[in-house]
Nanobody
Framework: QVQLVESGGGLVQAGGSLRLSCAAS????????MAWFRQAPGKEREFLAG????????FYADSVKGRFTISRDNAKNTVVLQMNSLKPEDTAVYYC?????????????????WGQGTQVTVSS
């Protein structure tokens, strides 16, 4: 079992930055692939970024490539999403997810555990 708790969301002006953190419980955190998704009102959940269990491979959606950076610290059981150059269309609830040997890291059905989400609002 893995429990995930996101933090770091809030209100920011367009062009600003936020740093989201996901704290994971469990001693096997280092074995899980991790990812960030988001969901805006009336829209489907969207993949943003993912990182393999070893941390050597990262993946990004085109919509955030060059603006967002995912990283993990297996010693601290955390995964971080650094978000820069935020836009109003980035407004959504952001979720952290964990899965074991996720076949396609951008597909949400491959993840077994989800956090409760943290709200990010970007004002214009």
């Amino acid at each position: 079992q893995v429990q995930l708790v996101e933090s770091g969301g809030g209100l920011v002006q367009a062009g600003g930055s936020l740093r989201l953190s996901c704290a994971a419980s469990g001693r096997t955190f280092s074995r899980y692939d991790m990812a960030w998704f988001r969901q805006a009102p009336g829209k489907e959940r969207e993949f943003l970024a993912g990182i393999r269990w070893g941390g050597g491979s990262t993946f990004y959606a085109d919509s955030v490539k060059g603006r967002f950076t995912i990283s993990r610290d297996n010693a601290k059981n955390t995964v971080v999403l650094q978000m820069n150059s935020l836009k109003p269309e980035d407004t959504a609830v952001y979720y952290c997810a964990a899965g074991s040997k996720v076949p396609v890291i951008s597909r949400d059905r491959g993840y077994d555990y989800w956090g409760q989400g943290t709200q990010v609002t970007v004002s214009s």
